[in-house]
Every structure is written in structure tokens, then in C-alpha cells.
């Protein structure tokens, strides 16, 4: 199934449970749903119903869309649902182009607000994806070695340097690219690397469109589910 713009996400009524229990969070696709405002743009948040996430995943949306244009139109939810996995997943605000800057240049001031405002810790385990122009805000958590499980959704653009700098100095470090638009150039680099590095990078073709990756609902919930068995620690 594609969600197409427009759909809306449908609002269930429930009880507040599991772990997002702040009055500002509601009942929403089996789970529980927070947007908040901070100084660095909205950040949604989302986990399945009474759970203990064990897991916490971070989207980044591409260029020409916020952060509220792909929770209301790419069926983000849906997909995190669909994946069956126990997590708590947050949509930030990311560059709608490519003269607006990066908004969350490090990862840990994130993962404060988030602990502030939703009033928990955080899951130890990160997976961190990004779509297209999200590439941005993964390119500068590389140079951090906080979050060492890194997906690009098509999202292989600009100077390769990055990445390969994060998986010389990070010897955790996983990459996993699916890829359309980018998939030669992604391909071209992993087969450049040594053999110890080229283990930790998994190339995938996408069988869709730029934007199929994120809205086809079939990539997020096959990646999620993997990477829930193989993702590392952050700090």
C-alpha cells in the first residue's frame, strides 16, 4: 500500500498507556502519539501500546518536506507499526533544502530534550534513518560515534567521505543503503572499501521510486525489523 498526500492518520481512543503518558500525548494507530515544539523545530513521537521501548529509532525526512508533512503523508506510524517492533520512534525536523541548515547537529542534545520532555530515558540501542536530504543530519552524527547504526534511504548524496570516516573510527559502526536514485554511486563506494569495512555496510536495491522507498510501506518495516537484532549502543 502507498500513502498518497493528503491521507490522515486516524485518531482510536484509548486509555493512556505505555510510554508516553504525558497529558499531551493521545491514542493513535495502537499506540501512543506526542508532538512537541522545541527550539530546533516539532519532533513526533510514537510507540506501540503499553510497551518498554527497547529500542529507540530516529527519522529524518528529505528536502521539500517537514517534519509534520511526512508524519500526516508518508503513513510513517503505520510503517513503525507494521514492523513489530518494541521502540520508541521519533520524527525530527530535518533541512527542507539545501540552503536551510542541519537542525540537530549533534545527537546528544536530542536525546536530552527527549528524556525532558517526555520525562523517560532513552533506549541504549539507536537506529537512526534518513531519507534523501536526511542524509545531512546522519553526515554530522558520524563525526560523533553516538549513534552507530546509520540506514540512508536513498539517501547516498554528496562526498562519500563521511561515512567512510565513521566506519575507520567507529569499529561498531553498521551502514545500511537502500538505494535508487543512488544506489551506483552507494554500490561504488561500498566495493571500494577494505574488506573488514565492506562487512559492515549491507546495499540494497530498492525495486521502487525515490520516494517508494518511504511511502510504499515495505522498506521501513523490513529494515526495522532487521536492524532490531543487530543494532549497537549509543551513548
Not at 527550539?39 to 529509532?57: D, T
Request: proline share 7%; net charge neutral.
Amino acid at each position: 500500500m502507498q500513502w498518497r498526500p493528503g491521507m490522515l492518520l486516524p485518531l482510536v481512543l484509548a486509555s493512556l498507556t505505555g510510554c508516553l503518558t504525558s497529558p499531551d500525548a493521545h491514542a493513535l494507530e495502537g499506540g501512543q502519539h506526542q508532538r512537541f515544539v522545541t527550539m530546533n523545530g516539532p519532533v513526533h513521537a510514537w510507540c506501540p501500546e503499553a510497551s518498554e521501548p527497547e529500542l529507540l529509532v530516529i527519522y529524518v525526512h528529505g528536502y521539500f518536506d517537514t517534519v509534520d508533512d511526512a508524519f500526516r503523508e508518508h503513513g510513517l506510524v503505520q510503517q513503525f507499526r507494521a514492523s513489530g517492533v518494541n521502540a520508541l520512534f521519533v520524527l525530527i525536523d530535518g533541512p527542507t533544502g539545501p540552503k536551510e541548515t542541519v537542525k540537530w547537529p549533534t545527537f546528544a542534545p536530542l536525546k536530552a530534550e527527549l528524556e525532558r520532555t517526555l520525562g523517560r530515558a532513552m533506549p541504549s540501542k539507536v537506529v537512526a534513518m534518513g531519507h534523501s536530504g536526511g542524509n545531512r543530519t546522519l553526515r554530522e552524527w558520524t563525526k560523533e560515534g553516538a549513534v552507530t547504526d546509520l540506514v540512508l534511504l536513498d539517501a547516498f548524496y554528496g562526498a562519500p567521505t563521511p561515512w567512510t570516516n565513521f566506519l575507520a573510527s567507529v569499529p561498531e559502526g553498521r551502514v545500511q543503503l537502500v538505494g535508487a536514485l543512488t544506489f551506483p554511486k552507494a554500490d561504488a563506494w561500498r566495493r571500494s572499501l577494505p574488506k573488514q569495512q565492506q562487512r559492515r555496510v549491507e546495499q540494497l536495491s530498492a525495486g521502487t521510486n525515490h520516494m517508494g522507498v518511504v511511502t510504499d510501506g515495505v522498506w521501513i518495516p523490513k529494515l526495522l525489523r532487521e536492524r532490531a537484532t543487530l543494532v549497537t549502543t549509543g551513548t
